[in-house]
């Protein structure tokens, strides 16, 4: 498995960042997880079946795209997008479940158990039981469910079972919560999917390792475009996975600066956004250390921004690492930013990003300009736009 980057040391810390903060029985199957994965991590008939079925059936490599177009307007840096809307299932998320799924079934598991907020996870998961013929259970708030009816339906479509969650604020935070009940009571035969590069030990690694893919790849493409690696990385950040895949290869190249969107939402002034690493403070959340937005008691705060999967209240250690130590910078773009980039991303070059993508474009159109035309700009195309098209079209009317 990919093996460029830093390891946490045996706690699961990057730096201060990081570990394992959840109650005993959890702790011993997390234990269990963690010895596995570390086994298989250099075990080369399990990669050897994580890349088979990265190239044939999720579609990859997926294409570096020279959006010459976006480059000639902008009149700066040249621009490519690591295209992973070309993935089987539409975004990044594959890659993770995939190899997820090939732990559990060498764990022995028969049972797969997900959260999932906006339901892009959880279908994500759902693709990769039906590929292995799993049980697979997700577990999403009441309210979610209301506002993602298609996806939950996707998901019943692919053999999942949803398990509407009722407790608390109906959303993300409670069905991790009832997903971790589950786990607790059914750890001999279930395993828990985790949907990005966050949660206790070992599921960041895990998560960061599966998608490394995403930079592996592109190191490969732009070497052979250019000659050269690129002077920019920029991806979105929710908890932190498209990011991190793409970034943490290009770790020990110094001179491959990374920078992270997060979403700005109406304005950092205002309660509604989820600029973790931005305005939040060191905190723990969900199990593990990393930059949260919380209230004096600690408890997260309620977050917002109009890509659904970028309202996280925390987000990775590796990145609250990266942040702390300068290695990334992170940045933010308004809802009305990305909004205007998803529109100009689908007109410039006939490409709908979604919403989540549509920061980091937002953020290349702001930098590119900035730079002399022999910078090379690479940005993480992390899933594509139908999903959104709905909502985008409900907001652009409400406005003209
Ligand atoms: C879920 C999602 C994200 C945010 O998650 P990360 O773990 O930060 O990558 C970004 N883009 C798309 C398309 C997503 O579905």
């Known amino acids: 498995m990919y093996q460029a980057s830093t390891l946490p040391d045996k706690q699961g810390y990057f730096g201060e960042f990081g570990g394992s903060f959840v109650p005993p029985n959890l702790q011993e199957v997390l234990d269990d997880v963690a010895r596995a994965y570390l086994e298989y991590r250099n075990d080369p008939e399990f990669e050897r079946e994580f890349r088979d079925l990265l190239q044939n059936y999720v579609g990859r490599p997926s294409i570096l795209y020279y959006a010459k177009r976006l480059t000639e307007k902008l009149g700066g840096a040249k621009i490519y997008l690591k295209r992973e809307d070309l993935n089987h299932t539409g975004a990044h ?40 013929g ?36 109906k959303t993300l935070k409670d069905a991790v919560d009832q997903a971790l009940n589950d786990l607790i009571e059914n750890y001999k035969t279930t395993y828990y999917m985790l949907g990005s590069a966050v949660g206790p030990h070992p599921y960041p690694l895990m998560v960061r390792d599966f998608q ?27 908890g932190g996975s498209n990011a ?18 997060e979403p700005g939402g109406k304005g ?14 060191k905190g723990q959340i969900h199990g593990f250390k990393c930059y949260s937005l919380e209230d004096e008691k600690g408890e997260p705060l309620p ?7 970028l309202d996280y209240p925390g987000v990775g250690p590796e990145h609250s690492f990266y942040k702390e130590t300068g290695r990334a910078e992170y940045v933010t773009v308004t809802d009305d930013e990305a909004l205007a980039a998803f529109q100009e991303l689908s007109k410039i070059e006939g490409i709908i990003p979604a919403l989540e993508s549509a920061h980091a474009i937002a953020y290349t159109i702001k930098l590119a300009p900035t730079l002399p035309q022999d910078q090379l700009i690479i940005v993480n195309l992390s899933g594509r736009g139908d999903k959104d098209v709905n909502q985008v079209a409900e907001i652009l009317r409400g406005k003209f």
């Open 134 to 169: 799993m049980e697979c259970i997700i577990y999403m708030g009441e309210e979610d469910i209301k506002r993602q009816a298609l996806n939950v339906f996707r998901m019943e479509l692919l053999g999942a079972k949803v398990i509407p969650v009722t407790s608390g604020t």
């Open 93 to 132: 998320k594959i890659n993770n479940t995939i190899g997820q799924v090939l732990l559990a079934k060498r764990l022995g598991k028969k049972r797969v158990i997900a959260e999932t907020g906006a339901g892009q996870h959880g279908v994500a998961t759902a693709t990769a039981c039906a590929l292995f």
């Open 303 to 309: 977050v917002y921004s109009i890509a659904a999967g």
């Open 244 to 261: 991190i895949g793409l970034f943490a290869p290009y770790y020990k190249d110094r001179d491959v600066k990374f920078i992270g969107v």
């Open 212 to 238: 490394s893919v995403i930079g592996e790849e592109t190191k490969t493409q732009i070497t052979k475009a250019e000659g050269r690696l690129p002077d920019y990385l920029i991806a979105c950040v929710g």
């Open 268 to 281: 950092l002034e205002t309660p509604f956004h989820a600029a973790t690493l931005t305005k939040g403070k």
